[in-house]
C-alpha cells in the first residue's frame, strides 16, 4: 500500500511539474518579443541613417562610426555595435519560438540565451494552466517520472536481490 501512496505522489509531483512546463516557455517566448522590440527601438534612429546614407546596411554605419577621426564618434560605433547584435540575437530567438511545440520546447531546454531564460526562471511565477498542451505535459511528466522512479527501484532491487521467492534463492543456495 505504502508503494502505491508513493508511485501516487511521484505521479502528482510530475503532473504538477509538466503543467509548468507550457506557462514557462510562453513567459519566455514573451519576454523575447519585449526584448526584441526593445532592441528594435533603440535601433530606429540608427535603421534611418543606414537607410538614408548606406542602404539600409547598419554594418556599414559601424564601420563609418569606426573610421571616423572623432573619438567620440568611435566610441559609439561600439555601442551600436552592441545594439546591432542584441537586436540579431532577439531576432533569432523570436524565429525559434516560432515553430511547433516541440522545438520551441527543445530550444527553451537546450538552445536558448542563458541570460534570457535565468532572466525567465527568475521572474517565473509558478501556475496551473487548464490549457490542452498544459494538461497533455502534466500527464506525460507525471507517468514518466512515476515510471523512471519505479523502474529504477525494482531494478535495484533485483540486482539487491530483494523480492525473489524463497524457493528461487534456495535453489541458488545450493
Sequence with gaps: MLRSYL?????????????????????????VDAHRAEAEQGLSGFRETAQRFFKGDLVALVAHYRASTD????????????????????????????????????????????GLRQETLAGYGYQVLLKPEAIAWGL??????????????LLIGVAAGVGRSRKVQQRHRL
Design 7 to 31: 508511485r501516487l505522489i511521484l505521479f502528482t509531483f510530475g503532473l504538477l511539474a509538466g503543467i509548468q512546463v507550457p506557462g514557462f516557455i510562453e513567459d519566455y517566448a514573451q519576454r
Design 71 to 114: 573619438p567620440v564618434m568611435r566610441s559609439d560605433a561600439d555601442s551600436i555595435a552592441h545594439l546591432v547584435a542584441r537586436a540579431e540575437l532577439m531576432q533569432r530567438e523570436w524565429q525559434a519560438m516560432q515553430g511547433p511545440w516541440y522545438r520551441r520546447a527543445w530550444h527553451v531546454l537546450a538552445l536558448a540565451d542563458p
Design 140 to 153: 506525460s511528466c507525471g507517468l514518466l517520472l512515476a515510471w523512471l522512479v519505479e523502474s529504477v527501484v
